[in-house]
Each structure stands twice: as structure tokens, then as C-alpha cells.
């Protein structure tokens, strides 16, 4: 079957550093999208990975391993905006998005 | 630029009762998804279309029912609601191109308690 695991939940400081992980096993592989989501609201685009290394967008990075079908997003100096859900979804051979429950991040002062 | 518009945004329901929920999006793109997103759960596809005309059940497709007419609407309807149905709904649209990888623009959600 198809599955997605990420922790539920995060708590890290301001100014830190932080790393969510996600591990998944799909029926093929299309690339990988994670999205950010605050609470109440919609899931917005953060970052799209195909091919295997790191991609670096500002404040937010994502890395991917396709033989071990791992990724993981790191931010960097947190802000307090950055509490939210990260949701990682993998796309599969039908290009359907698998969604994960997504990790709470929760940024304290 | 709106983008995508989901109506109504909250709606509480008697359970048997018929409700649409509706999708609009201004950029055309090319496929549309339903998604239902219930707490500890990630976001579930009820049905898609890939392009005016076509539509495709999704993980989570029974008591559900689309329409896709033209580019821009895309209809959720539930025909005899369940309190099961209860849960927040997202419309979504992508250009997907031939790569099928475009990034998913989100509406704001429709939120459903069926009572």
C-alpha cells in the first residue's frame, strides 16, 4: 500500500533551525511536493522535488532521496509565522498526490 | 485575481439533506480536485477532472457526486448527507501540462457539519 510518515508534531525556537522528515512508499514516483498550511486556512505551494539533492528557496529548503524514498524540509531562522502544518505528499505513478497528516510546527519565543 | 472561490465557506446541515458545494477558479487550469481534510488525517481525494468533460472518482469517492460542464466550475455534491460527511472540504485546481507536476492552487475550504 501506499504510505506517508512524518512526526505530528515539532516545537523549535525562534531564530533556530529546524528539520521535518518525511518517509514514504508509493506506487511509483512522480516527484515530491510539500505544502505549508496555517490553521483555518488552505494549503499554499512551498517546494516541488523530482531528482535526488537539495533544493533551496530563501529561508526553506527541501532535500530528496529517492532510493530511500525519504525527503525533508529545513527552515531556517524561524519565524513565529512559520507555525503551521507541513504537509508532504509524494506523487505517485497515476500522478495523484498521497498526503501525509502533515507535521504541527510550533515556534516559541 | 481570485483564484479559486469555494461557497458556501461554512455550512451546518440535517443529515438526508441535499447540498452542492461550489468550486470556480479564474485561471484555467486544465484539472480540478475535491479534497476532504478531518483531524489527524492527511487530505483525501474525493473525485478529480483532469479537463472540462472528464471526471475520476477518487480515494474517497461514495456518497459523492461532480460535474466538470466547463474549465472554470467544478461542483461537489453530496446527495444525501451523513454525519460522516462532516468535515472541511477543499477545491483545488493545477495546469498540469503534460508533465501532470503543476503545483495545486487551493480555495479557501468549505466547512461542513452534518448534523
Known amino acids: 500500500g501506499q504510505n506517508i510518515d512524518q512526526p505530528t508534531e515539532m516545537t523549535a525556537t525562534e531564530g533556530a533551525i529546524v528539520q521535518i522528515n518525511c518517509t514514504y512508499q508509493t506506487s511509483g514516483f512522480n516527484g515530491l511536493f510539500w505544502y505549508q498550511q496555517h490553521a483555518g486556512e488552505a494549503p499554499t505551494f512551498l517546494s516541488y522535488?523530482?531528482l535526488d539533492g537539495l533544493e533551496e528557496k530563501g529561508r526553506f529548503s527541501s532535500f530528496l532521496s529517492r532510493s530511500k524514498g525519504y525527503s525533508y524540509l529545513l527552515l531556517k531562522e524561524l519565524q513565529m509565522k512559520d507555525s503551521a502544518s507541513y504537509l508532504c505528499?509524494?506523487?505517485?505513478?497515476?500522478?495523484?498526490?498521497?498526503w501525509g497528516a502533515g507535521t504541527k510546527l510550533i515556534i516559541k519565543p | 485575481i481570485a483564484g479559486i472561490t469555494q461557497a458556501p465557506t461554512s455550512q451546518i446541515l440535517a443529515a438526508g439533506r441535499r447540498m452542492t458545494l461550489r468550486c470556480t477558479q479564474d485561471m484555467r487550469h486544465n484539472a480540478m480536485y475535491w479534497y476532504r481534510q478531518d483531524l489527524g488525517l492527511g487530505l483525501r481525494l474525493i473525485h478529480y477532472s483532469n479537463t472540462a468533460g472528464t471526471t475520476g472518482k477518487g480515494e474517497v469517492p461514495d456518497g459523492y457526486s461532480v460535474s466538470r460542464a466547463n474549465t472554470d466550475d467544478f461542483p461537489l455534491t453530496l446527495a444525501s448527507a451523513v454525519p460522516s460527511q462532516t468535515s472541511v472540504y477543499f477545491c483545488?485546481?493545477?495546469?498540469?501540462?503534460?508533465?501532470?507536476?503543476?503545483?495545486?492552487?487551493f480555495g479557501e475550504g468549505s466547512r461542513l457539519t452534518v448534523l
Open positions: 483545488a485546481s493545477s495546469d498540469t501540462g503534460p508533465s501532470h507536476t503543476g503545483e495545486l492552487f
Open positions: 505528499a509524494p506523487m505517485d505513478s497515476n500522478y495523484q498526490l498521497i
Open positions: 522535488n523530482v
